[in-house]
């Protein structure tokens, strides 16, 4: 049997190294695509991180905030109780504070028994420290005595008076006499008949009633 010449073998050998070096470089093709895979997910992992990092840095300073303003509200809510109580103006405790107009509402239930227009006792006590408060804080200013009623009409003391306008004219003077006999001048005195007009809230419970039964006692600072 005749041997293959040596062209023939050199030949072969020069075929599978050229097999072999593309297969290698088929294998090194798929490598670098999969390390620039591994390179992009790499880079997108720290982009992600970084910016949940700042996320959490981003959330920390909105909370700072948050806080901030809540300390913000808290102070005017605490300002806006002051402002209303008296505590910063120098008007006494339990009077409203306005800009044109300070007033102290007393419930009519406080003042008179029902349906009449006689000051009770209790009534008395509590005008003798308005009466106290104007003199000490509004001496000389006009002040204006306002009476209101609820919406049920007059039925048991009928006989008394003609309907709730007349009930809060003479609750209101009644007040107003009261006022008088306590040192405020006659000459300040403003008295004002409401009736059943002006509601602080609706008539539709004993309770919300009890709120629109009331005298107000204004005065007027400009």
């Keep these: 049997m005749k041997r293959p010449g040596f062209g023939v073998l050199a030949a072969c050998l020069v075929l599978i190294a050229l097999t072999a070096v593309g297969c290698c470089d ?16 790499t880079t997108q992992n720290k982009d992600l991180r970084t910016q949940l990092a700042q996320s959490k840095t981003r959330e920390a300073e909105l909370l700072a905030q948050v806080d901030a303003k809540d300390m913000q509200l808290s102070g005017r809510d605490q300002e806006l109780t002051d402002l209303k109580s008296g505590a910063k103006t120098g008007a006494p ?18 003042l008179f028994a029902s349906g009449k227009a006689s000051l009770t006792s209790q009534g008395k006590a509590t005008l003798d420290k308005i009466a106290a408060d104007i003199k000490a804080t509004y001496a000389g200013m006009p002040v ?8 049920d009409p007059i039925k048991r003391t009928k006989n ?63």
């Design 93 to 110: 405790a339990g009077w409203e504070v306005g800009a044109h107009a300070d007033r102290v509402t007393v419930g009519s239930d406080i």
């Design 144 to 151: 204006r005595v306002c009476g209101f009623t609820d919406s």
């Design 26 to 41: 088929k294998e090194k093709q798929e490598l670098a695509t999969l390390q620039a895979d591994y390179n992009d997910l």
């Design 160 to 222: 008394l008076w003609q309907d709730n306008l007349d009930l809060s004219a003479n609750r209101a003077m009644a007040v107003t006499r009261y006022l008088w006999d306590k040192g405020i001048a006659a000459e300040t005195i403003e008295t004002v008949a409401m009736g059943s007009t002006r509601f602080v809230t609706r008539n539709d419970t004993v309770t919300n009633k009890a709120k629109n039964r009331r005298v107000e006692i204004v005065v007027i600072k400009s």
